[in-house]
């Protein structure tokens, strides 16, 4: 059975067993001096990841189902869609942000406070359930920014097309 067999937009590449070894030993690790015998000589075969759900963010990788579990808290619930969009932005400041643009409920007005709400659940979420986030994150850049957007805003949120969930 194929490792690959059709095209899911995930990240990663195949290395020859031959290309591998040189890389190995250019880097000055000898796999056979090592101990390391191999029977079959295989291609190396990566995989990240789907590189348009996820983002890194300080070498935390940070997934959508964490921070939509982030939205669906009381606090926030009511006011949202659940919809959202996260990417890092750089040039807010002198570092990068991690940022999200939230889709509000219907007839919900937007408020500093449902923003800071927001946020705040969110970033609670991620460092409880993402030990890469509440390690490698500085604390000082581990709340998300967080713009609000009305119902099916066409920046972010247009009726009729496939959601996604990062930038």
Do not use: C
């Amino acid at each position: 059975m194929p490792l690959i067999r059709y095209h899911i937009a995930d990240r990663g590449g195949i290395l020859p067993y031959a290309d591998m070894l040189a890389r190995l030993k250019k880097a000055g690790f000898d796999p056979a001096s090592a101990g390391v015998t191999t029977q079959r000589q295989q291609p190396f075969v990566w995989v990240f990841g789907r590189a348009n759900f996820t983002i890194s963010y300080f070498g935390a990788n940070i997934f959508p189902e964490t921070v939509s579990f982030g939205l669906e808290q009381p606090s926030v619930r009511g006011s949202v869609t659940g919809k959202f969009v996260m990417e890092v932005k750089e040039g807010l400041g002198d570092k990068p942000a991690f940022a999200l643009a939230v889709e509000l409920a219907q007839g919900v007005a937007m408020s500093e406070a449902i923003a800071d709400a927001v946020s705040l659940s969110v970033m609670a979420v991620l460092r409880e359930l993402n030990s890469e986030f509440a390690n490698y994150v500085p604390v000082d850049l581990q709340k998300p920014v967080v713009t609000l957007y009305a119902l099916a805003d066409p920046t972010y949120f247009p009726v009729g097309v496939k959601h996604w969930y990062s930038r």
